[in-house]
Structures are given as C-alpha cells and as structure tokens.
T-cell receptor, first 115, second 114 residues
Framework: AQTVTQSQPEMSVQEAETVTLSCTYDTSESNYYLFWYKQPPSRQMILVIRQEAYKQQNATENRFSVNFQKAAKSFSLKISDSQLGDTAMYFCAFMGLNRDDKIIFGKGTRLHILP | ETGVTQSPTHLIKTRGQQVTLRCSSQ?????VSWYQQALGQGPQFIFQ???????GRGNFPPRFSGLQFPNYSSELNVNALELDDSALYLC?????????????FGPGTRLTVL
C-alpha cells in the first residue's frame, strides 16, 4: 500500500525567506502523480503544484518549486520569497495511475510565515 | 464559474443520530470525491462518484453512504453517528477520472458528534 510521510509537523520562517517542506512516499508503482496542496486557515484546500513521475523535470509554479527525487521517493516543496499569505497547512499527496487509485494525503505541515 | 460549495458549514449531532452533508460540484465537473479530515490529520478518502455511480471506496464502514444526482451534486450520509465521526468533511470535484485531473475542494462541513 502507498504511504505518504511528512516529517515536519510545524515550521516557522520569516517573511521573504525561502523554506523547504519535506515529503517522502512509498510505492511499488513506476508511474504516478504527486501533489502539494495548501489549506489556509479558512480551510478551502487548493492545489499548489503537481508532478508527474515520468517527467524528470521538476515542476515550478511561480514562487513554488519541487525537488522530485524518484529513486529516493522524495518530493519536497520549496517556497521562495515567502509571503504572509503562504501561512497554511501544506499537504503532500500521492496518486497512482490505475483507475481504482485514489489520492493519499500525508498528515501535513503547518507553516507559519512571520512578519 | 461557480466553485465547489458545501452545506451546512457546521453541524452538531449526538451519538446514534444520522446526518446528511451536501456538495455542489464545480460547473462542468462530473466526478465528486468525499474526504474525512480529523483534527490535525490529512484528508482520508471516503468514496468517489462518477456520473452517478460509486467509483471506489476507502476504508470506511457501510454506515457511510452517498449519492450523486443527475446534476452531479452529491450527498454524504452517515448513520449511527459515533464520537470518532467528528471531523471536517470535504468534497472535491474534478472533470474526470484521470489521475492527474485537478480536484477542486469545497470549504468543508465541520461535524461535531456529542
């Protein structure tokens, strides 16, 4: 069974700094999707970034980028020039490509951006 | 374009009661997934509906059931409520079943079971 582990329950950084959130996963599949979701204090979850495992290039969305290490089964999220609005819970998630596969979330990292 | 909406926002029930939660999917989406998010945890998949048929179920007992309607809105029903059912219930809609399809989440329903 697939698992997703986020080893940092909580982190705090100063505004404008760069922060990296860690995520490891376990799977026997060779192709899959990985996601980072953001859940701000108002609760509505939004997709931050998505990585397809068969693509070697790391995904990037503006200030958000990932470091995808397939062999190590590691998928970290880097937030550059952090902003107060980045304060949220961040969830790493895995999804296989089989029709019956459903998304599996980690337990999350609570990120505080300090003024 | 209307996003995913859920009702009610909050709900308080007592043990043994039944509850129905509602979700309206985003315009153009035919797939709805339901998740349970306990305090301090990540969301856990309950089940998914695709074009009114259940398409996969997580590790939840049969007292968790659902429906999807022709307009692709959905209901989650929980019978014989237990204290551990207290959680935030999220629904998410997507435009299909492809693994990479982005899921759009609603704001959730906070259920408290006393």
């Amino acid at each position: 069974a697939q698992t997703v582990t986020q080893s940092q329950p909580e982190m705090s950084v100063q505004e404008a700094e760069t922060v990296t959130l860690s995520c490891t996963y376990d799977t026997s599949e060779s192709n899959y999707y990985l996601f980072w979701y953001k859940q701000p204090p108002s609760r509505q979850m939004i997709l931050v970034i998505r990585q397809e495992a068969y693509k070697q290039q790391n995904a990037t969305e503006n200030r958000f980028s990932v470091n995808f290490q397939k062999a190590a089964k590691s998928f970290s999220l880097k937030i550059s020039d952090s902003q107060l609005g980045d304060t949220a819970m961040y969830f790493c998630a895995f999804m296989g490509l089989n029709r019956d596969d459903k998304i599996i979330f980690g337990k999350g990292t609570r990120l505080h951006i300090l003024p | 374009e209307t996003g995913v909406t859920q009702s009610p926002t909050h709900l308080i029930k007592t043990r043994g009661q039944q509850v129905t939660l509602r979700c309206s999917s985003q315009s153009g989406h035919n797939t709805v997934s339901w998740y349970q998010q306990a305090l301090g945890q990540g969301p856990q998949f309950i089940f998914q509906y695709y074009r009114e048929e259940e398409n996969g179920r997580g590790n939840f007992p049969p007292r968790f059931s659902g429906l999807q309607f022709p307009n692709y809105s959905s209901e989650l029903n929980v019978n014989a409520l237990e204290l551990d059912d207290s959680a935030l219930y999220l629904c998410a809609s997507s435009s299909g079943l492809a693994g990479g399809d982005e899921q759009f989440f609603g704001p959730g329903t906070r259920l408290t079971v006393l």
